[in-house]
């Protein structure tokens, strides 16, 4: 079965007319779109914002966030949730402070941290690389249209074709605003949809089912609970968190120090 044929120029016309104002949205340093690409992952937009802001004034640059002290950048993403992004950012930003910005995606990946989607982000917001860059929301909108949970050929190959040439940057970012904000996992829009001819349009594949597995534990019970309120209370220059276990607290420990997020000195635990 063949792709739907997509009118590229009805998409980038309502993209044009109802992109929200992002401020990642505004530049083409890489630096500042990485920043924003890395919080953005697993994280909501209206969230994400106020940290990026607050990062960018005390981390301007790469080579302001590289020198910096990994306590500081972890005091301010304290909060933002997956510290370790925080961790592999500012090893990216050593890297490309010392070596230059790679202008492809395939020299972003080599970069410490960054994945396909990343890369192609990347490379197509600030560099102008024709690349598709295939988030989740872009998958789901693929998949829509195609109305397949597996698109007629491999994702990439399927977004690679629909580029419209010298427009990357627009393309992706009117595709990852299109799911975000229309082709949405569990209310899609579709009298809104500037896509004609979508095989779902007013029956959209639904997403996969939420599993929870038998006897799955509440966030409030699991490690990354524990470590996320150890690195808040050492940022906040508090005292471990009280009224957790001695065992989950301790187990939370090693692997935060395991990870880099912690130092440990005998009984003394601090930020890096």
Do not use: K
Request: proline share 8%.
């Amino acid at each position: 079965m063949r792709g739907v044929p997509v009118d590229a120029d009805a998409i980038l016309s309502w993209y044009g007319a109802v992109r929200r104002d992002l401020p990642w949205r505004r530049t083409t340093d890489p630096y500042r779109i990485l920043v924003s690409e890395v919080m953005l992952q697993q994280t909501q937009v209206a969230r994400v914002v106020p940290y990026y802001e607050a990062f960018l004034e005390r981390f301007p640059d790469e080579v302001a966030l590289g020198s910096a002290p990994t306590a500081d950048v972890l005091r301010l993403w304290s909060g933002l949730g997956y510290n370790r992004r925080a961790l592999a950012l500012q090893a990216c930003a050593r890297a490309v402070a010392r070596d230059g910005w790679p202008r492809a995606a395939e020299g972003l990946r080599a970069l410490p941290g960054i994945g396909p989607y990343t890369a192609a982000a990347v490379a197509s917001f600030a560099f102008g690389e024709q690349v598709a860059a295939v988030d989740t929301n872009v998958r789901r909108v693929i998949e829509r249209v195609d109305r397949a949970h597996r698109t007629p050929r491999p994702l990439a190959a399927r977004a690679a074709e629909l580029l419209p040439a010298g427009r990357a940057a627009d393309w992706n970012q009117a595709m990852m605003e299109l799911g975000a904000t229309v082709c949405t996992a569990r209310s899609p829009g579709c009298d809104a949809c500037p896509v004609t001819g979508c095989r779902s349009r007013g029956r959209p594949l639904p997403p996969p089912p939420a599993r929870r597995a038998r006897g799955a534990q509440r966030f409030e019970e699991t490690d990354r609970f524990v470590r996320g309120r150890i690195v808040a209370a050492l940022a906040a220059g508090e005292e471990l968190p009280r009224g957790i276990a001695a065992e989950r607290i301790e187990r939370a420990l090693a692997g935060l120090a395991r990870d880099g997020l912690v130092v440990r000195d005998g009984a003394a635990v601090r930020l890096p």
